[in-house]
């Protein structure tokens, strides 16, 4: 039976208009799974990785030796996602550094969950799936996308990515 696709497909991310095989610049943003704080806190303007988030922060500085093609930019690990600007050579796509970046912390947490026997009682997937990306066009946007990131820890307070901010809010409004 053929299989009815017109309500299971998504809706890509691409710019159309792009050659992701051309190399170029790009700001990206991916979550943890349910946006489950799973990296770490953030305390005053600081990020205190967890565990989970110290693999994921030495997977992403690690990334270039598996894609020479590749130059790290901006990046942070926040409690519950990733920021990171990278530059990447003709030769290489984003999403194979992308999904080999996020294949390979979860593989990291995984071992980890194993080695500590905590597998059985810990959720191993660390990732929602798919990520957000943008093509940075030019160094104003360039400098832009350096701010955010480099501001995105003492902006948390007030981040929506920030769970403990939305369950503040609707504690306030069932208390109206």
Not at 151 to 161: K, L, R, S, T
Request: overall charge negative; glycine content about 6%.
């Amino acid at each position: 039976m053929p299989t009815d696709n017109t309500n299971h497909h998504r809706q890509s991310i691409r710019w159309k208009n792009w050659n992701y095989a051309g190399g170029g610049s790009y700001f990206v943003t991916t979550c943890s799974r349910n946006r489950v704080h799973l990296f770490g806190k953030v305390e005053a303007t600081q990020v205190v990785l967890s565990d989970v988030g110290r693999y994921v922060l030495e997977t992403w500085e690690a990334m270039p030796e598996r894609f020479p093609e590749m130059e790290l930019d901006a990046y942070q690990v926040m409690p519950n996602h990733v920021h990171a600007v990278l530059h990447l050579n003709r030769g290489v796509e984003l999403g194979d550094v992308v999904g080999a970046f996020k294949s390979l912390a979860f593989k990291r947490h995984y071992d980890w969950l194993k080695d500590t026997g905590l597998l059985l009682e810990v959720e191993a997937k660390i990732w929602q799936s798919n990520y957000w990306e943008h093509v940075i066009r030019d160094e104003s946007e360039l400098h832009k996308c350096r701010v955010y990131i480099e501001n995105n820890p003492a902006n948390w307070a007030e981040d929506e990515e920030n769970l403990n901010r939305l369950l503040a809010r609707m504690t306030e409004r069932k208390s109206r």
